[in-house]
């Protein structure tokens, strides 16, 4: 009794803070699918908007679920996590790996905006050259995935923006690909028109003279 007595503040705020942990969990847990995902215009690529548990100290959300992600064809295996930063007005893209080491990511933003663009760059596919764009923000939590055989890049609207994406293969500077941002066959609306570019993306090839290089549509 004495003992139960000699409880300080800091471990009664401490234990309050764990049950409220368990709550949160709980109740992620009993909702089954605590997310709703949205089919693109591209076929395979999803907009995931997970569910946020917020109260007056923060939120709580379930940013990958082995389970619950395969159900809706996000069943390939993460290998690699990958957290970058960027300025207001800076362009990565569009890049690809493609081969044995083609990439499926999964892309969220942790801090600011971007404008996040998938393109299908498999011949014969019939949504070849196509794109889809969503704005990520780390207010909205949404995610984009984007499969192997797609090539992905995005622009940042905010001052400073930090994003971090899943991969399903390791980098390999071999296997990559890198198309023009501007490509006009591809026609990218860019909220941005005079982005600041790194040495390899400004010498990026247009996607008809990447034939050789790119993935094929596999049905």
């Not at 040495?199 to 996607?207: F, I, N, P, V, W």
């Amino acid at each position: 009794m004495i003992r139960a007595k000699a409880l300080d503040q800091r471990s009664l705020g401490d234990a309050v803070d764990c049950i409220h942990e368990m709550v949160w969990l709980g109740t992620a847990s009993k909702i089954g699918a605590p997310m709703r995902v949205t089919e693109t215009d591209l076929p395979g690529v999803l907009i995931i908007a997970p569910t946020v548990h917020g109260d007056p100290r923060g939120f709580f959300v379930e940013t990958w679920h082995r389970d619950r992600y395969a159900e809706h064809g996000i069943d390939l295996a993460f290998v690699q996590d990958n957290h970058s930063k960027s300025g207001k007005g800076i362009l990565r893209g569009l890049h690809a790996q493609v081969g044995a080491h083609a990439q499926g990511k999964l892309i969220r933003v942790i801090s600011g905006a971007i404008y996040d663009v998938a393109v299908d760059i498999r011949t014969g596919s019939p949504t070849f050259g196509r794109h889809a764009g969503i704005e990520l923000t780390s207010d909205n939590h949404h995610q984009l995935w984007v499969p192997p055989g797609f090539a992905h890049g995005f622009c940042v609207l905010s001052d400073a923006a930090e994003v971090e994406y899943k991969c399903t293969a390791p980098y390999d500077p071999a296997s990559e690909l890198s198309i023009k941002w501007d490509d006009p066959s591809i026609g990218i609306p860019w909220p941005i028109t005079d982005p600041i570019l790194s040495e390899k993306d400004q010498g990026a090839m247009l996607l008809a003279d990447s034939h050789e290089r790119l993935p094929a549509f596999d049905g």
